[in-house]
């Protein structure tokens, strides 16, 4: 074999060993290919997955919005909107849903998927258990506990899932990191062996190989990044939805604070015997509602020309006591009237100038306006942010004038009855019933004190000739004015009433019988000065008979005190009229004993 053949089989050998060295670059570069594009198929499928969990749990994230928004709201239209957003939102999560279960490709992840699936169900099924009590059995209090004792939970172990999820994701990405990383060293290997059989071809494969593989290299830390760049937007999610939940459980639980002080101070508005003892726990309900406002409640008088301050409450209250219905906005208006600018040109005059925001909202209750709620936010707060104070205290406004306003109007008309209950029509005094309930009581503390207590009895004389001269109108104004008279002359303690037809009984605690002498003989004086006119005519002067009985001298019960002072009455009447009378011990017989020898001349009409 010649050099020639040497060389031909060199060439040959060599050429041959170019080609089996290409042949075994070739399929090593379709394998690092194929390895190439199934990783990539694999990251670009765990992408995939990532950003489907991302748009389910930004929808996720609208839905407890919207849930918190309907629990808020009162507009059934605007309700019956998020609803059908919410459905909305469900269908694209359910399909969100089947797009992953399609793409999971180990059996760890299907695992955590379907814990997914379970606590979203869960979720599921107590929110609309929540939304139900709220919206179609309208149990708001029970449906506010379950949101906050049961749903707020499942949504917390909803997101707890998703996490998990994306937790098992990732950890797969990074095995399919690591298996690459394997590929890489075993392909490297490979080609330093070729390398050192055939220096020139192995060169070359390997500066082909190199560069192939680090782009490769690229791709995966370019995908690493992206995965990590996922997790990052991922967790700033979760911060951002754990902090808008924070702030809604925060307003949720404030406004169920607040709906609570709304229902107590209900229920002792209900309580409440009088406008002083109402306005007491206005007062204190009001501060606890808005303890950084101040404010004042104002009424109308009898005579609706006038409001009057009943109650006021804060660091800063209104110091108008009174104002005519001019001075209001709101009430002009007839609505609400809000002021959030000190220099504002629409300021009521009955309102502070230094206050920079307050608002006048009417109480009306059964169509009736009642007075003016007027509330005061400090200087300092309102100019930190004027518009937004009014949104925030609206609803809560709102809510307590409608509560007092009812609670005013009832007291109101309890008022009304009662007086009707316990006053003559025609008088205004008394009538006899109130007299004989409130005559046992003050005669018990009589007796427990050891007081004396006196009871004069009062009678028209000639009342018949009113009526007959003049008509009963005349003889109804005679006993009015006769009922003003006494009303104006006796003690706040004394009870003054109408006994029954022209007879008249005072009744006057603590009262000794020099004392109570002394005042019938003031009122009989007196009352002969007073002129009733009647159709432009003088109906001519009035004159009292009285009797007076005093305890314990004349009785020790009432019927036996109003026995004496009646007894003692007649016979002031039997001995000539416009006279006091007082009884004696023995005067507890019936007055027909002293009817049945009159004296002589003694007229026989009252």
């Known amino acids: ?34 390895q190439h594009a199934d990783m990539t198929d694999i990251v670009q499928n765990k992408w995939a997955k990532v950003q489907l969990a991302s748009e389910v749990l930004y929808l996720s994230d609208v839905n407890d919005r919207l849930a918190m928004q309907i629990f808020l709201l009162k507009d059934s239209a605007e309700i019956e909107r998020l609803l059908f957003l919410r459905a909305q939102n469900t269908q694209t999560i359910n399909k969100f849903l089947q797009d992953i279960d399609q793409k999971i490709g180990t059996d760890k992840e299907r695992q955590s998927l379907g814990v997914v699936e379970a606590a979203r169900k869960l979720y599921i099924v107590s929110s609309l258990r929540s939304l139900d009590l709220l919206l179609k059995e309208r149990k708001n209090d029970e449906a506010r506990e379950m949101m906050l004792r049961e749903t707020l939970p499942l949504m917390a172990a909803h997101h707890d899932a998703w996490d998990a999820f994306r937790q098992c994701v990732a950890d797969e990405t990074n095995l399919v990191a690591a298996h690459a990383d394997t590929e890489y060293h075993s392909a490297r290997q490979t080609f330093l062996i070729l390398i050192l059989a055939a220096v020139v071809v192995a060169l070359v494969i390997a500066g082909y190989t190199t560069l192939r593989t680090t782009r490769l290299i690229d791709a995966s830390r370019r995908a690493e990044e992206r995965l990590r760049e996922a997790h990052d937007e991922l967790e700033r999610r979760v911060e951002e939805r754990t902090a808008s939940l924070r702030q809604a459980e925060a307003t949720m639980s404030a406004h169920y604070r607040q709906a609570e002080v709304l229902r107590k101070l209900g229920d002792i508005l209900q309580a409440c015997s009088g406008i002083e003892e109402a306005s007491a726990a206005i007062s204190h309900g009001m501060s606890a509602l808005f303890p950084r406002d101040s404010g004042a409640l104002y009424i109308f008088k009898a005579s609706r020309n006038v409001l009057e301050r009943v109650t006021t409450w804060g660091a800063a209250a209104p110091q108008e006591e009174a104002f005519p219905p001019d001075d209001c ?10 002021v959030s600018d000190k220099d504002a040109g629409a300021r009521c005059r009955h309102s502070d100038p230094e206050s920079a925001c307050y608002v006048c909202v009417p109480m009306v209750a059964h169509g009736e306006t009642l007075g003016i709620f007027h509330m005061v936010r400090e200087v300092a707060d309102a100019q930190t942010d004027p518009e937004k104070w009014w949104e925030s205290e609206e609803r809560q406004v709102l809510n307590a004038v409608e509560i007092v306003g009812l609670a005013l109007t009832n007291l109101k008309l309890r008022d009304t009855l009662r007086s009707l209950s316990i006053r003559d029509p025609l008088t205004g005094l008394f009538n006899r019933r109130h007299m004989e ?33 003049f008509g009963h109108d005349a003889g109804d104004m005679v006993l009015r004015t006769l009922s003003a008279f006494v009303q104006k002359h006796v003690r706040g303690s004394d009870i003054a009433c109408r006994y029954g037809g022209e007879e008249f009984a005072l009744i006057m605690p603590d009262t000794n019988l020099e004392t109570a002498l002394a005042r019938a003989e003031f009122l009989r004086e007196r009352v002969k000065g007073i002129h009733v006119q009647q159709g432009g005519s003088l109906l001519g002067p009035i ?33 000539g009229r416009d006279r006091t009378c007082v009884a004696s011990g023995g005067d507890t017989e019936k007055p027909g004993a002293v009817e049945a020898a009159p004296q002589k001349d003694a007229p026989t009409d009252s």
């Open 437 to 469: 309930e409130s005559f046992q009581r003050e005669l018990s503390r009589a007796h427990r004190k050891k007081e004396s207590l006196a009871v004069i009895m009062m009678d028209i004389d000639h009342f018949k000739r009113f009526n007959d001269t």
């Open 543 to 575: 004159s009292l008979s009285m009797g007076l009985a005093v305890f314990p001298e004349c009785g020790a019960d009432p019927a036996e005190l109003l026995q004496a002072a009646d007894t003692a009455l007649y016979r002031a009447k039997h001995e």
């Open 329 to 338: 906005w709101g009430l002009k208006r007839g609505r609400l009237h809000l």
């Open 1 to 34: 074999m010649g050099s020639r053949d040497v060389r031909l089989h060199l060439g040959a050998a060599f050429g041959l060993l170019v080609l089996v060295l290409a042949l075994l670059g070739f399929l090593s570069l379709r394998y690092q290919g194929h």
